[in-house]
């Protein structure tokens, strides 16, 4: 934030929509995937304190992606949404791509979730 005569004043972004006719990139179907991994989410409402609810989806590539793999924390202390999915994709993980309603991270040192995405990436 800038400082004006002694004032905060709000940083302004400029949003410019991106349309490339050449590429077949479909955004509705990412934004679904992100929405059900909100929706796995919810699943755990009032369960995963002192951690946020979190989901995960994870989705082949190409024009009809295929869901092959989807997780969610169940609760305090549980295996995170991440590896869940991994765990169920299995080798569809290959080439997918990985949908969470929040940015993955670690939590107190546990580095769990990340590694199960790092480590489908090493086969």
């Known amino acids: 934030m800038a400082m004006a005569m002694g004032f905060v004043t709000p940083i302004k972004c400029k949003v410019t929509p991106i349309i490339n006719d050449h590429n077949n990139h479909n955004h509705v179907l990412d934004a679904s995937y992100v929405k059900r991994a909100a929706e796995l989410s919810d699943k ?12 995960c ?39 997918a791509t990985a949908y969470v309603n929040m940015e ?3 939590c107190d040192g546990d580095l769990t ?4 995405f790092i480590k489908v990436t090493c086969f």
Request: hydrophobic share 35%; net charge negative.
């Open 44 to 55: 755990s409402a009032g369960f995963t304190a002192p951690h946020p609810n979190f989901g």
């Open 113 to 116: 979730a990340l590694s199960a």
């Open 57 to 95: 989806v994870i989705a082949t590539s190409g024009g009809a992606g295929k869901v092959v793999g989807e997780g969610y924390l169940y609760g305090q202390g549980t295996k995170p949404a991440e590896v869940q999915a991994v765990e169920v994709a299995g080798e569809y993980c290959r080439g």
């Open 104 to 106: 993955p991270g670690d």
